[in-house]
């Protein structure tokens, strides 16, 4: 199934959808604890809207993420399923070209 290559591009997608998702956490505390200190009611905030669209655009990356696992379960042995790769981590070398 798939080449190398392929997985690492699904570790990296999938990845980054963590690290969004995590980060949305963090503004959604935010925004409860300025709620909180500044005595809003919960109609005076948008943090309920804000949720919904991260949650919309987050569907759409699962529902991607979810199509390319299947791709890559369905190869054949050694077929390389993405022309895409994943970026290097941020302190590897260029490469030479």
Not at 12 to 21: A, I, Q, R, S
Not at 42 to 67: H, Y
Not at 86 to 91: A, S
Request: aromatic letters at 8%.
């Amino acid at each position: 199934m798939a080449v190398e290559n392929d997985y690492n591009l699904l570790v990296h997608n999938y990845n980054d959808l963590v690290d969004w998702l995590v980060d949305g956490k963090l503004l959604l505390e935010r925004l409860l604890l300025e709620e909180k200190l500044e005595s809003l009611e919960s109609n005076d905030t948008d943090w309920v809207s804000l949720i919904l669209g991260r949650v919309e655009f987050a569907r759409s990356d699962v529902e991607r993420l979810v199509r390319d696992y299947e791709l890559v379960l369905h190869s054949r042995p050694g077929e390389k399923v993405f022309d895409a790769e994943p970026p290097g981590p941020p302190d590897a070398p260029p490469d030479s070209m």
